[in-house]
């Protein structure tokens, strides 16, 4: 059975940091690269970041840049999102997406609330 288990969301402040972490379970982790998706209320849902395979490729939207890095850990079947200097509008839903390189089955977490707010 495929898993997506976000973690580490909260309650913040304008300019604190948070890591949010996605364990996965039941599927081949490193055929697969992971993205972070996010959505605000009354909004569509965006794609934040991505990283191959290997790790070695990340991508991000131009919002996050020089903020927010994504990693993975092969070993451990994780994807990390490392968000610094968060702002207000850094507030949503984030959720963990999987997509194979090989078939393109995609697959999906349950999401994490980010909240920052003075």
């Known amino acids: 059975q495929v898993e997506l288990v976000e973690s580490g969301g909260g309650l913040v402040q304008p300019g604190d940091s948070l890591r949010l972490s996605c364990a996965a379970t039941g599927y081949s982790f490193s055929t697969y690269a992971m993205s972070w998706y996010r959505q605000a209320p009354g909004k569509e849902r965006e794609l934040v970041a991505t990283?191959?395979?290997?790790?070695?490729?990340?991508i991000y939207v131009d919002s996050v840049k020089g903020r927010f890095t994504t990693s993975r850990d092969n070993a451990k079947n994780t994807v990390y999102l490392r968000m610094n200097n968060l702002k207000s509008e850094d507030t949503a839903v984030y959720y963990c997406n999987a997509v194979s390189v090989r078939n393109r089955n995609t697959y999906w977490g349950q999401g994490t609330q980010v909240t920052v707010s003075s």
């Open positions: 990283v191959n395979p290997g790790g070695g490729s990340t």
